[in-house]
T-cell receptor, first 115, second 112 residues
């Protein structure tokens, strides 16, 4: 009974490169959320997606960041032209279709380090 | 705007004793849920307990219980019979719509 799967667990990029973070939701879950945790801080909401739709991206930086959840395959959080300030842990969470007020189940996160 | 505030950056407790972690929140919504998540050194996010705002009864999960004071917008976590494995960062969070809003966290250290 696999939980939320994120890969890679650790990702190192140089400034200016692209980072792609993947998230496969729990079986039966169709809602995906991305959160960012900066060092010594709590998690901050970035984006909420359902299959092929971005529902709420109010927490996403306007530039360089994008997210998708295609009909087939995992959700992808993409960061273009990374900068040092993008270093953080990125968590994905998922919830079932009837997700109103249901707890979100988290993956183990991807630790992104920018050199 | 919804906010969640944890005013205790760090707490310590002796093994087998009881500790309470504080959390306050602010929202204008009438229907919402509150959660406590635990983040051990492995950095996983583990759901500890949840509270439905419309329920008067405080939630309990084994050694973990909450004191939910809706009028005061307070949602504290009590850990009884603390164990070394409880050492972690604890986050209070509110679910408003589909968005979790987290507090800054409280580091709990359980000492033997």
């Amino acid at each position: 009974n696999a939980g939320v799967m994120q890969n890679p667990r650790h990702l190192v990029r140089r400034r200016g490169q692209e980072a792609r973070l993947r998230c496969s939701p729990m079986k039966g879950h169709s809602h995906v959320y991305w959160y960012r945790q900066l060092p010594e801080e709590g998690l901050k909401f970035m984006v909420y997606l359902q299959k092929e739709n971005i529902i709420d991206e109010s927490g996403m930086p306007k530039e360089r960041f994008s997210a998708e959840f295609p009909k087939e395959g995992p959700s992808i959080l993409r960061i273009q032209q990374v900068v040092r300030g993008d270093s953080a842990a990125y968590f994905c969470a998922s919830s079932p279709p009837d997700s109103s007020n249901q707890p979100q189940h988290f993956g183990d996160g991807t630790r992104l380090s920018i050199l | 705007a919804q906010t969640v505030t944890q005013s205790q950056p760090e707490m310590s407790v002796q093994e087998a004793e009881t500790v309470t972690l504080s959390c306050t929140y602010d929202t204008s919504e009438s229907n919402y849920y509150l959660f406590w998540y635990k983040q051990p050194p492995s950095r996983q996010m583990i759901l500890v307990i949840r509270q439905e705002a419309y329920k008067q009864q405080n939630a309990t999960e084994n050694r973990f219980s909450v004191n939910f004071q809706k009028a005061a917008k307070s949602f504290s976590l009590k850990i009884s019979d603390s164990q070394l494995g409880d050492t972690a960062m604890y986050f209070c969070a509110g679910l408003y719509g589909n968005k979790l809003v987290f507090g800054a966290g409280t580091i709990l250290r359980v000492k033997s």
